[in-house]
């Protein structure tokens, strides 16, 4: 990944403040792992921002978190599910809690606790039929404060299909890419993307082929219930990324592409 990039977590690890290497756990066998290029470096005690690095929360660490789930027209969005997810540093990630919206689009987790396995961060997402899934970053556990979400509606393609788009008509986060040191972003750090969602007939292996004029971005599929079914990050290890994930009939997924704005051509197919 360029300079100008910060991989929050992925299977290449993230580049840390103190620039020690260390060996954590292997991935969890729910992400498909599809590429490992880079170097394993990082800081067992922070998380690198501009200017320095943000401490890991101790342990002990938990708080209350609230919030509002609404649509792209700020109208409240209920039923909608939001997870927190514990993300460790090869993608690896557990859902720590999960609630639903009430008819106001509001929201409440009693008690959110520190990631306690080792190195790793707060990935939150919410969710819901009909919209593509928004996540947030938790890094300064516990002081960031409480985190509300939009619904963008879904944009559908065909499982076997060939569009044209550009990234940046939104701004996603996701396993691979929590934040960028780069006027791109968002206020929580966030770069942008693009998103299509493919509803499945049949269940089989749902394939991404991305091909772009500009190479710096990271793929990812999101599962129905808001975790993620696979990952791929830049740098990829040669020639067009292709990602990968088995899918259920009568489902939709995500495909996301997130990173440096550039035209791209997405293929699909449905194996």
Request: glycine share 12%.
């Amino acid at each position: 990944m360029k300079p100008g990039f910060v991989r929050v977590v992925s299977l290449v690890l993230i580049a840390g403040c103190g620039g020690s290497s260390w060996s954590p756990s292997a991935p969890s066998p729910s992400i498909t792992p599809t590429t490992t290029s880079g170097t394993a470096t990082a800081s067992p005690g922070c998380f690198p921002i501009v200017g320095g690095c943000l401490p890991l929360a101790p342990p002990a660490a938990s708080r209350a978190l609230n919030g509002v789930v609404a649509d792209a027209a700020g109208r409240p969005v209920a039923e909608a599910s939001v997870a927190v997810q514990e993300v460790g540093v090869y993608g690896d990630f557990v859902v720590q809690s999960s609630v639903s919206t009430d008819g106001r689009g509001a929201y409440s987790i009693a008690n959110v606790q520190a990631f306690n396995r080792g190195i790793g961060w707060l990935l939150v997402g919410a969710t819901r039929e009909g919209y593509f899934a928004d996540f947030k970053w938790w890094l300064n556990f516990p002081a960031d404060e409480d985190l509300n979400f939009r619904l963008d509606p879904w944009v559908h393609i065909s499982p076997d299909a060939t569009v044209r788009g550009r990234i940046g008509d939104a701004f996603c986060a996701g396993l691979g890419y929590g934040g960028t040191i780069s006027a791109m972003t968002d206020r929580m750090g966030r770069p942008p993307c693009q998103r299509f969602a493919v509803a499945v007939s049949r269940s089989g292996r749902l394939e991404a082929t991305v091909t772009a004029a500009l190479y710096e971005f990271d793929i990812d599929i999101v599962k129905p219930d808001g975790t993620f079914a696979a990952y791929i990050g830049y740098p990829y290890r040669s020639g067009p990324p292709v990602v990968s994930a088995p899918v259920n009939a009568g489902s939709v997924y995500e495909i996301r592409l997130a990173g440096a704005p550039t035209d791209f051509e997405l293929r699909t197919t449905l194996r």
